[in-house]
C-alpha cells in the first residue's frame, strides 16, 4: 500500500460520510453557511464534531481543510510565509489562507489549544468584514461566500487558562453538541461496525451506566467513539466483557477502584 | 515521622509494673473521674497480671485518651484486660482507635458503648482475617450501584443485607465462601438485588404504606416473591448478573424454594408483572404459606426504615423540585415566575418510551410547550421521585412561588460531625477532607487547619551559617546562576551570537519582494522566563528535635540564597499539629514575599512542634498553589519520616491519606516531590511519590546542601 498525498483544496469529500442528525444541527449549520456565519462546535469528547465536519462538507459540496491547534501554532502558520526557492521568493499560503481562496470549509480542532495571539487572527475572518489580514504581503484576503469557518471547543476540561474569550466566542454561531439518544446511539455503533443489534444495545447501555458515574470519579463517561471502538473489537471476536475493558475501561481512569466497578458493570451487563 | 516522645516507640521491657505501680499512673490521667467510690485499684490488680510491654500499651493509650476525656480513658482502662484476653497487640490499638474515632464522630456515651462491644470486635477482626471485609469492597460496590443508575446509594455495614432505599446495609465481614473472590461475588449478588429492590419499584410509596400494616409475616412472603420478579428483571436488564446469582446459588448449594413458589416465579416473571402484583400476592398468601428461607444474599425486608426514608424524602424532594423549577423557569424566561402565569403550569412532562427504563419509559421536561435540557440537579430529582411514586404528580411541577422560597431552604447544612465543642473551633479554620482507605472515602470536612505565623528568632543563626558553608554557598551560586543562562536560544534577536537562518531566508524573501529588511536575524542564547513555582513544606513535627531541625533550618537557607540567584517564585511552609482538631501549616515565606530579614529570622524561629499529619498540609497547599500562575508547579516535601498523628493517623491509614492528597495535587497539575532522611522511607516513598519523584538523603548533614542540588536538577 502506499500513502497518498492530497491538496486539501482539491479533497472535495466524494461519497456521503455516516453522520446521524441529533438535532436541527444540519439545518442551523447550513443556514449559518449561507449567512457566511462561522460556526463553533461545542460538545464532548468523541461525540461526533469531526464526523460532522465531513459530512457538512460533502453537503455543501466545499472542499475541508482541518487545522488540529495546538501551543506552538503561530499566526503564520494559519496564514502562510515567504519561502525561498531558487533565488526566487516565493509566498506559500497557510492552511486558513487556502481554505479562504478556494472557498472551503477551514475546520480549527481544539481552538483553545493554540496560543491567544493565533486565535486574534481569525477575528476579522470571523466578523462581518470576513477578511484575512496578510500582513507580510500587505494585503487583505477577501473571503468568498462560499468560505466558512468553522472552529471546535470542548468545554469539559479546559482549565482557566485556557478557556475561550469572550471576543472571539461572540462571533460564532454556536451548536452544542452531547452524546446521541441511546436509540440514535446504538444505530451509530451497529451501521459503523456492522455489530448485531443486541450488542450494539448493550453497548450503550454500558455507556451510558459510566456516563452515570461522571462527577463520581470520572472527568468523563464513555464517548461514542470509545463504544465504536469496543465494538469493532467485539466483531473481530474480542468477548464483550474484555472488550469494554480494554476499549472503553482503560481509556476511562487509571483509578483501580473505578477499574474493578466499571468492569463488574460490563460482566453484569453481558 | 513519629512525635515526641515516639508513643509506639518507647519499647517497654523489664518486669511487670505491680498494681500499686499502675495504679499510680492510672491515678495521674484518671483523677478526674476518680472518687473514693470509683477508684483505677481494679483495673491495675488486673492490669498487674500482664506482661510489661502490655501494661505499658494499656497506660500510653489511658494518657491519649484521658487528653481527649477522661472517662473514656478510664473506661478502656476497666475493659483493657479483657481486651488483652481476646486480642493481640495490634487488635487492641485497632479497638481502642476505632473508639477514638467514634468519640470524634459522635461523642462520648457511643464512644464508650464502642469500648463495651470489645467481645463483638475482637470477633468481626477474627472474621475479617479469614474473610472478606466491606470496608475492602465498599468503594468498588459504590461506584458499581452508581453506574446501574437511579438514586445514589451508599455502602454502609449491618448485619444483614437490607436497604432504607438510600444506604444499602451489608454485613461487614464475609467469610461464607472459600475465597476472597468468591465472597466479592456474595457481595456484589447483595448489592445488586437491593439496587433492584430500589431501581424496579419493591419500595414504590403506596406499596409500603400497605405493607406497613400488613404485619411481619406478609413483609417477609413479600420480599420473597419480589426476589424473585426482580431475578427475573435482572436476566432481562443485567444478564450477567443473573448468571453469577445463579453460579453463587450453585456453590452455595442453595435448594430451590418448594412449590407454590415457582409457579409464582413464572407468574411474577412476565414483563408486566410489577411490585403490586407481588404485594397482592403476599397478602393473600398471608397465614397460609410459610416464607422461605432466605438465600445467602438476601435478609429480611424492613418496611419501617423505608417508610421513615420515604416519608422525608418524598417531601424534601418536592421542596427542592418546585424550588429548582422556579430557579429555571426564571433563567429560562429571564425574569422571576409570574404568579399569574403559573396558574398555567409552566412545566409539563413527556412521556418518551423506553424499554430499558424500569416503566418502560422516561420524562421529557417542557417549559412553556418548549422541550429543555434540565440540569443535572433537576434531572437527578426527577429520576428519584419517579424511583419512588413510579411518576411525577403534577403538584411537584409547580414553582415555588417567592413565598417559599426559604421555608424548606435547609441551614447551609453542616454536618453535625463537623461540628465540636472546645476553644479550638472553627473561625478562621479552614476544614479540609481527610481520606480513609479502609470506608473508601473522604471523611468530610474532617481536618480544622490553621495558618500561622512562625515567631521570628534574630539570633544570628542565618548568619552563622551562610558563614559555614561559605564555600557552598558560593558553589551553589555559580551552579545556579549556569542554571539560569541554560535555557533555550532565543531566535529573532537583533543581536546574537549566530545567525538565525530561518530569519535570514525569511529577510532574504521579504527584501526580495521589495519589502523592509528586518535586522532580528540572531540566535541569541539567553535565559527565557522560568515561569516555575515552588512550594517546599517543611516537616516541623517534633521528631525532627535536634540535629534534624537543625540541619533543616539550614538547608532552607541555603535554599534560598540559590533561589534567589534563580529568580523562581518560592514558598515555604513549616506543618505540624496534634489530631485532626488541630493541623496546623506555619508560614515562613509566602509567595509574594520577598526573602527578607523577617523571613530569615523565620527560619531561624523554626522549631519542632508535635505530629505529621501530611495528607491535609498536602491539600492545603494544593489550594495555595492552584492560585498560583505558573507553568510548572512544583510540592516539595521536606521530611523526616512517615504520616503520623495520634489519633490514628499512623501506619496504613496515614500512609493512603497522604497518597490521596498527592494524586489530588497532581491532578491539579502539581510535580510532588519529597527529601527525607527516614532510611525506611524506600519502603513507602514509592508508593506515595511514584519511584522517581523521592530523594533519601543518608546523612543528615547532607541535607543543606542536598536539598539545593536536588531542586537544581529536578528543574533543569
Ligand atoms: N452523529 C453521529 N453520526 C455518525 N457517527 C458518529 C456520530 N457521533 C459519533 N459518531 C462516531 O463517533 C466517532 C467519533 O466522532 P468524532 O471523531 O467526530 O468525535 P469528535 O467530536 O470530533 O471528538 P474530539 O473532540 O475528541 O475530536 C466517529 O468516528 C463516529 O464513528
Ligand atoms: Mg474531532
Redesign the interface.
Known sequence: MTGQTLRPEEHFVETEPYYEPVGDEIEVFEAAWRNQLPVLLKGPTGCGKTRFMEHMAWRLKRPLITVSCHDDLTASDLVG????AGG???WVDGPLARAVRCGGICYLDEIVEARKDTTVVIHPLADDRRVLPME???ELLKAPPEFCLAISYNPGYQ?V?KDLKQSTRQRFVALEFDYPE?ELERRIVEKETGIEPELAERLV?FA???R??K???LDEGASTRLLVQAAKLIVSGIPP?AACRAAVAQALTDDP??L???H??????? | MAAVPPPAARAPEGEPLSAAAIEARLDEHLDLVLSSRRTAAGPARELAAFSRAEQELVLRWVAVLAAAHAELAYQFASLAPRALRLMDEAGVEAWVRQAMDTYDGAGLYPAVAALREVEAFAERARARAAGLALEEVAGVLERYVRGLGGRPLKVEAGEAPWTDTETLHLPPVLGVLGDREGNFRLYKAMAVCLWAQCWFGTWRAPLVARLRGAGAEAAALYAALEALRLEARLARALPGARRELDALAAALAVAPWPEPWPEAARRLAAPEATAADSLELALAWAGRVAPPPPRPWEGPPRPEAVAATLEARLERERRTLRRELAALAEEQRGAVPDPVRLEAAPFALERIEDPAAPEGFTFRLELDGQPIEPPEEVRGLLTSIVQDLGEIPEEYLVPAGPGEYDAGAQPAGRDPRDVWKGMYHEEGAHLHDEWDYRRGHYRKRWCVLRELDVHPVRDGFVERTLRRHRGLVASLRRTFEALRGEDRLLRRQPEGEEVDIDALVEAYADAATGQEMTDRLFVRKRREERNIAVLFMVDMSGSTKGWINDAEREALVLLCESLETLGDRYAIYGFSGMTRKRCELYRIKRFDEPYSDEVRARISGIRPQDYTRMGVAIRHLTGMLREVEARTKLLVTLSDGKPDDFDGYRGTYGIEDTRMALVEARREGIHPFCITIDREARDYLPHLYGPANYVVVDEVRKLPFKVSDVYRKLTS
Do not use: C, D, Q, W
Not at chain 1, 81 to 84: A, E, K, T
Not at chain 1, 264 to 270: I, K, P, T, V
Open positions: 510565509r515567504f519561502l525561498v526566487e521568493t516565493v507580510k504581503r500587505g482549565s487558562l441511546p447501555k451510558h451506566m459510566t452515570n458515574l462527577g463520581s470519579g466483557v477502584e473505578m474493578a466497578a466499571i463488574e458493570l460490563s460482566a453484569s451487563l453481558f
